[in-house]
Structure formats: C-alpha cells, structure tokens
C-alpha cells in the first residue's frame, strides 16, 4: 500500500514516493513572531504534525524544518511600537510558540531555522540569482524579474493577468513589472538592516524560505507546507527562485492546509476575529482543540463554534472513557476467559489496524480515521459493558496506543519511538551495512540511541531493547 497525497503542483492525488526511499525532507512555513499565534495558525501546524507523524508511522525517517519568520513589516512596526528590539521581540514570541507546541502536542522540529540567523546564506542565494540574469538591483533594493523566468507561475498555474488579479500587489515604481518581487529591501530610516553588497537593508520574506529550505534540506524537497493563503505568491515565488537558481525541482510535493474560519470569515489577525490559545484554554483543554481539528479532512475548512468543540469534547470523552476501563479490565479481568465474541473481536483488531491505514494513506484523512476509531469503541463498548477480559483490553489498549502516537490525542504516556519506526530504521541499518555504508549505520544507530533504543548483533540478526 502506498500513501496518497494531494500535491497542488499537479492538482492531483499522487502516489508519495520520496526521492530517496525511506528518507523524507519536510519543509513547513513557520510563524511569523510579531504576537502569539492564533488557532487558526495552530490548525495549520497541527495537520502538519499528523502528517509527519504518520510518515514516520509509516516507517520513513522524517527531517522536518519549520523556520521561525523574525523580521518583516510588522516585526519592525511592533518592536518600534513596543520599544525593543526585533531580536527581543522575536525571543518572547518564540517561547511563546513553543508553550502553545507542547500545549497542543506538536512535536518539535528537527530544525527551526530563524531567518536573521541566515542573512550569508540568503544573500549568497540573491547573488546567484543576479548571476543568473533572473535578479536586478534598483537602488540598494534586488528584485525578482518573473519576465527572465518564464516558467513563473508553475506551481498555481494561472496566467500572468490572473495572478495580477489574484494578489495584492505592491506599487512600487522601481519594480520592472508590477510581480516582481522584492529578495532585498534597503534599510529605511530607524530600520534594523545587514550588509550586503547592495548597501545595508534586510531580507525579503520569500528568500529566506528558499535559503533555509535548501540549506537544510537540499535543492529538492520531498514535500513543501503551509495554509492555503501561502500557495500564492509565497510559494510561487519561493519555487520561481529555488528553481531558477538550481535548474532542479525545488520541492515534489507541495500540501496546503485549509482555514480555520470563524463566523464566516477566514480567522486573521487583521479581521480581529482570533482567539489564541490562552484564551480558549480556559474553556477548552488544549487536547480537545486538537481533536476538533481532526475532526475534518485537513484540506476542507473548519468553522469554530462552541458547538462544535462541545460536541469533539464529548467525543474524545467517549474514546477515554474506553481507555480507562480497558485500563480497569487489565488490572482486574485477568481471570476472566476470552468469550467467543471477544475472541471474534480480537482477529479482526488487525483488520481495524488495516483501516485506519487505509484511511491515512487516503491523503491522510484524519477525519475517516477516527470513524475507524469510533467503530471499534462502539463493538468494545457492548463486550466491556457485560465485563471482558484482560487479554481483549490488552489487546485493544495497544492499538489505540499506536493510534494515539500517530494523531497525538489520546496518548498515556510520552511520544515513544513506535516499533514500525524501530524497524524500519534496523532494516536500512542493515541495508547500509550490506553496501559497506558504515558512516551511515553508525548514524542510524545513533539516532535509535538517542531515542533509548539499544541494538544487539547476535547471530541471528539484530535485536532491540528499550532501554
Ligand atoms: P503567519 O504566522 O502569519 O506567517 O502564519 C503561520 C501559518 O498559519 C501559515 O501557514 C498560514 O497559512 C497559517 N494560517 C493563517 N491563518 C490561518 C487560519 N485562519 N487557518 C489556518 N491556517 C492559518
Ligand atoms: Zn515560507
């Protein structure tokens, strides 16, 4: 069985094949550290988490990437505002995130690159562009020329009168054509501003992206995400200067989460119509805002009402409900047999299993997984209510284990390393070895360490413990 994804490069639902099997590079916008995120931006990271996590689930080894975005127009108007630095600003806002990832149960990146921490990376980028004919100074700013590159407009597909129509944007009498976007913009009095061989000034918001991506993950990405409001022309333009740059693919898959709306309306900063999470966590525990966002396919919007999170609130309460009296079941039915029905339900756990993967692979259809779920919870349901053994619980426990690690509600204990993930990592450890690739087992054998995984050669093969 493979995964399935909607890629908006093509429009279609493709097979995901990785460019090197078994290793997937994920790059994922990050937040723009003026305030605190709202939950209409914590949606977006929350589809991505589950996606990460279910490629990891299903056995690949996952580098995820999501860049912190520390200057842009309204970093600098709030740190004026504030009177601080756009360093101090962003350092508050950070940690802030980070509060509101754990709240939520997003795993944390394995880099989360901030942009000022990369202005060499990204001028060197915008001088490879200005070499390759697809840039041009003006006056201490560096634009993108989407006339040198015909291909612009790749990944939406539109004309280029559409996407004139399509964006806001912005006037400006040094620009060739009015798409042109700014790589460099010159520092503007009171302004914080780098070096750089056009005079002092800062980055734009769509190379630092490119430069991140690439120097962390390489020219060609496996998959490149965001909120659908990125696809253009953030990414448009991030492809157009990846792509221009390297002549390569700049990313195979590209994924866009819907919005979270509220009252009709995409919730947003500038409509005023947000809430954060400190303010919906005194009502709601956090776990219940990330099960209402599973609750719907991660590409079709989401309307916020109370309703609604009453209702994904009653709902999870079911599914722990179960989990506390399989829990009971385990310590106290041990001397109850396996009915026939019990038994009939255990051969079949195997067969939910299946499902719920059938359903993930299907583009990763969280919502069609947890009526996977909920079917389950109703059959054990009727087996528990006339009292059930240990040996179902068990069983049962251990698959909504399994279950919880992938979707990130329902967990009992830490983010483990699932047994999938352990093998998976032993096979290509095994596959390196064969190819005499010692630097890479090592590598693999280092990471299995680092997450308390000890392996043991033995004649047989290699073995595992937890440590
Ligand atoms: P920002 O911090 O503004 O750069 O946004 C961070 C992420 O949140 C981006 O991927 C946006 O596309 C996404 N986003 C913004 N508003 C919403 C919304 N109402 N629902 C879902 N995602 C959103
Ligand atoms: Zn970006």
Not at 17 to 44: D, K, M, Q, S
Not at 396 to 422: K, R, S, Y
Request: charged share 25%; glycine share 8%; proline share 5%.
């Amino acid at each position: 069985m493979t995964i399935r994804v909607h890629n908006d490069l093509t429009g279609k639902k493709e097979d995901f094949v990785p460019l090197r099997p078994g290793r997937v590079t994920f790059y994922l916008c990050g937040p723009t550290v003026y305030g605190r995120a709202h939950i209409g931006n914590l949606r977006t990271f929350v589809s991505f988490d589950v996606i990460r996590r279910y490629l990891r689930y299903r056995g690949h080894e996952v580098t995820f990437v999501r860049n912190v975005t520390d200057v842009d127009d309204r970093m600098i108007k709030r740190s004026q505002e504030r009177g601080i630095t756009i360093d101090e600003l962003a350092t508050q806002y950070i940690e802030l995130f980070e509060t509101d990832q754990r709240s939520l149960n997003i795993l944390p990146p394995e880099v989360a690159p901030r942009a000022t921490a990369h202005v060499p990376e990204i001028i060197g980028l915008i001088e490879r562009l200005l070499q390759k004919g697809l840039a041009y100074e003006a006056d201490g700013d560096v634009y993108f020329s989407i006339e040198a590159y015909p291909e612009y407009g790749q990944l939406t597909r539109q004309s280029l009168d559409e996407m004139q129509a399509g964006a806001r944007v912005e006037v400006n009498e040094r620009k060739r054509h009015p798409l042109d976007f700014a790589l460099w913009k010159r520092q503007k009095p009171g302004e914080p501003a780098w070096n750089s061989p056009w005079g002092p000034g800062r980055p734009g918001w769509h190379i630092e992206c490119s430069a991140m991506a690439m120097k962390y993950l390489g020219d060609t990405l496996d998959i490149h995400a965001g909120g659908i409001d990125l696809l253009f022309p953030h990414h448009e333009n991030e492809l157009a200067q990846s792509s221009g740059v390297t002549g390569k693919p700049f990313a195979r898959y590209w994924l866009h989460g819907a919005f979270l709306n509220f009252e009709g309306e995409k919730m947003s900063k500038s409509l005023g119509n947000v809430f954060d999470l400190g303010e919906l966590s005194r009502r709601y525990d956090p776990e219940v805002l990330r099960f209402f966002y599973l609750s719907v396919h991660y590409r079709s919007p989401l309307s916020l009402s109370d309703e609604l999170l009453q209702s994904a609130r009653s709902a999870l309460e079911r599914l722990k409900n179960l989990q506390d009296n399989l829990r009971y079941q385990v310590e106290h039915g041990a001397l109850q047999q396996v009915t026939p029905d019990e038994a009939d339900l255990l051969s079949r756990l195997g067969e939910y299993r299946r499902r719920f993967i059938e359903q993930m692979d299907d583009d990763f259809n969280s919502a069609a997984a947890l009526a996977v779920i909920f079917q389950l919870t109703r059959e054990v349901n009727l087996l528990v209510a006339r009292g059930g053994s240990a040996e179902l619980a068990r069983g049962v426990l251990a698959l909504f284990d399994e279950w919880a690690g992938v979707l990130g509600v329902l967990q009992t204990g830490p983010n483990p390393i699932t047994d999938a993930e352990v093998e998976a990592l032993v096979t290509r450890r095994q596959e390196a070895r064969r190819a005499k690739n010692w630097s890479e087992a090592d590598r693999i054998r280092d990471r299995l360490a680092a997450q308390g995984i000890v392996l043991e050669d033995t004649p047989q093969g290699v073995r595992y413990k937890r440590k």
